[in-house]
């Protein structure tokens, strides 16, 4: 996903030492947006997060979906500010969910079906601090559950899984053209379809 940054979207070019950076402390402090009435958030980093987001899209019970940086050390960043991965943001998509008619669980299943959890911060092609593995949790009985299904998930695997399960921090939504990317048309123009159960391949980049 690179390329998109060559092709000056996202175009602020980093001009601060960020590790001093009095903003880090907004960046570094909880999510505090507010889910919909009944709703919950859960938040997870599997590399690009375009078809990521698609995966969770498709999920019945899922409401909404968003594609955003967190766990960085600048407030507000661009595109480009995280591909330079010197303000340490992951990609990451904000799930909000029906506890009703979606479980966490079934969210981490996708999480860990939609990635390789035992590369740090590469996902194929991509390679990244911002694409790094990550679980970030809302609740204490969502940490419990994300420790618990990697627990499961390293059973296995025959590598280490260096998947990061952390408090969500402040999530910041991406730029407009990133949000439903695929479901849109990426790169290609050919639509992905968001259909609950759907089990079209997703093709990652259009």
């Known amino acids: ?16 030492s960020y590790s001093t950076d009095p903003s880090s402390s907004i960046a570094l402090g909880p999510d ?3 889910p919909g009435p009944g709703q919950e958030f859960a938040q997870f980093g599997a ?33 480009n500010d995280v591909c330079s991965e010197t303000t340490k943001h992951s990609e990451v998509v904000r799930v ?24 740090l911060n590469r996902q194929g092609n991509d390679v990244g601090t911002q694409y790094r593995s990550g679980i970030y949790y809302y609740t204490p009985e969502q940490e419990k ?13 025959n590598r280490k899984i ?18 439903q990317y695929l479901a849109k048309g990426g790169r290609f123009g050919f639509r992905q379809s968001t259909e609950k159960g759907c089990n079209d391949p997703i093709r990652c980049y259009g």
């Not at 260096?162 to 949000?179: D, S, W």
Request: charge should be negative.
């Open 1 to 16: 996903m690179n390329f998109l940054s060559r092709l000056g979207f996202g175009s602020r070019t980093p001009t601060q």
């Open 32 to 34: 505090d947006d507010v």
């Open 47 to 79: 590399g690009c997060f375009w078809g990521v987001e698609l995966a969770f899209q498709r999920v019945p019970g899922v409401t909404k979906t968003e594609v955003g940086y967190s766990q960085g050390v600048v407030d507000n960043p661009s595109y």
């Open 96 to 119: 909000q969910y029906d506890p009703k008619e979606c479980s966490y669980g079934s969210l981490l299943d996708v999480f860990w079906s939609r990635h390789d959890p035992t590369t």
């Open 145 to 157: 559950e994300a420790l618990e299904s990697l627990e499961r998930q390293q059973k296995l695997l």
């Open 162 to 179: 260096v998947t990061e399960i952390l408090p969500a921090k402040k999530f910041y939504r991406a730029e407009e053209y990133h949000q």
